[in-house]
């Protein structure tokens, strides 16, 4: 992959930044990437997704969400105490409504 700017070859991948590039872009399969020559700064379709779709596998939703590693942790604590909440907002409402 050469960057789109210079034309240099020295690209890498960047972090990814707030809930569309976290959440969304991972959904589209797609990466930002950043020239180290100029630091212009690409949205593409990731090299994994590419390698992974070349060799036909597809990976876990964990490795999809990026949950998987002990780096991860405060990840997967938000995760899970997003769904403990949602559940039982979703379980007050149902009690709520049966009593009415």
């Known amino acids: 992959m050469n960057c ?5 070859d020295k690209i ?6 707030g809930l569309y590039e976290g959440f969304w ?3 589209l399969r797609k990466a930002p ?7 212009m700064r690409y949205i593409v379709q ?3 997704a590419e390698r992974r779709h070349k060799q036909g596998r597809d ?9 998987r590693g002990s780096e991860n942790r405060l990840r997967r604590w938000v995760v899970a105490m ?6 039982l907002v979703i379980s007050i409402l149902f009690i709520v409504r049966i009593l009415q």
């Open 4 to 8: 789109r700017h210079c034309g240099s």
């Open 12 to 17: 890498f991948r960047s972090h990814r930044k």
């Open 25 to 27: 872009l991972r959904l």
């Open 33 to 39: 990437y950043r020239c180290h020559a100029c630091g």
């Open 46 to 48: 990731s090299r994994r």
């Open 59 to 67: 990976e876990c939703l964990a490795s999809y969400l990026g949950l």
């Open 82 to 87: 997003a769904i403990t909440v949602l559940f």
